[in-house]
Antibody, heavy 127, light 112 residues
């Protein structure tokens, strides 16, 4: 069974650093993209970025570039989302999701949709 | 980014009655490869989102056949033929034709 298990609830102060995790099981983790999706309180879903654990190819939504770092360790089937200096506006639930992809006519791997999701990690940033 | 606009933003439905949610994109979602990368997700209360429909009209495995999707270009619809209590939650459309993933703002379905 495909599973994505995320790390637990975090309560942090502004300015602190944080790294949350997403561990995959039940499938070939290096060969599937992992996405991170933010859900701010009472708001909708917002894609942040994706990583291909097999070669660490990483892509960010422009509004998140430089604000967070996405990484992965394929040896332990785990992806990460990291902040260097948290702000109150980072308070949200963060979901990881496995990304299904297709190969285009040129043979490039094209991420297309999220088929399995983690349970979410609540991050609260407050002084 | 492509802007995805859903209507209505909330829906109150009597169990057993049909429901319909629309999603309009700011640009055509028809890809040069001939496919349309439009998806529907349901986020039940307190849960992670779950995939219902992929590429406009294909039900994901395990999704009941009362859910159906249709549309083309910039206009798409999710229909529930007979709403059940377990269908409550927030429905999102999402595009990935452009090399980003853009969600609609969500439509909240409640039971009357």
């Amino acid at each position: 069974e495909v599973q994505l298990v995320q790390s637990g609830t975090e309560v942090q102060k502004p300015g602190e650093s944080l790294k949350i995790s997403c561990k995959g099981s039940g499938y070939n983790f290096p060969n599937y993209w992992i996405a991170w999706v933010r859900q701010m309180p009472g708001r909708g879903l917002e894609w942040m970025g994706i990583i291909y654990p097999g070669d660490s190819d990483t892509r960010y939504r422009p509004s998140f570039q430089g604000q967070v770092t996405i990484s992965a360790d394929k040896s332990i089937n785990t992806a990460y989302l990291q902040w260097r200096s948290l702000r109150a506006s980072d308070t949200a639930i963060y979901f990881c999701a496995r990304v299904r992809y297709y190969y285009d006519s040129a043979g490039y791997n094209r991420p297309r949709y999220f088929d399995r999701w983690g349970q979410g990690t609540l991050v609260t940033v407050s002084s | 980014d492509i802007v995805m606009t859903q209507t209505p933003l909330s829906l109150s439905v009597t169990p057993g009655q049909p429901a319909s949610i629309s999603c309009r994109s700011s640009q055509s979602l028809l890809h040069s490869d001939g496919k349309t990368y439009l998806y529907w997700y349901l986020q039940k209360p307190g849960q992670s989102p779950q995939l219902l429909i992929y590429e406009v009209s294909n039900r994901f495995p395990g999704v009941p056949d009362r859910f159906s999707g249709s549309g083309s270009g910039t206009y798409f619809t999710l229909r529930i033929s007979r709403v059940e209590a377990e269908d409550v939650g927030i429905y999102y459309c999402m595009q990935s034709t452009q090399p980003t993933f853009d969600f609609g703002q969500g439509t909240k379905l409640e039971m009357k």
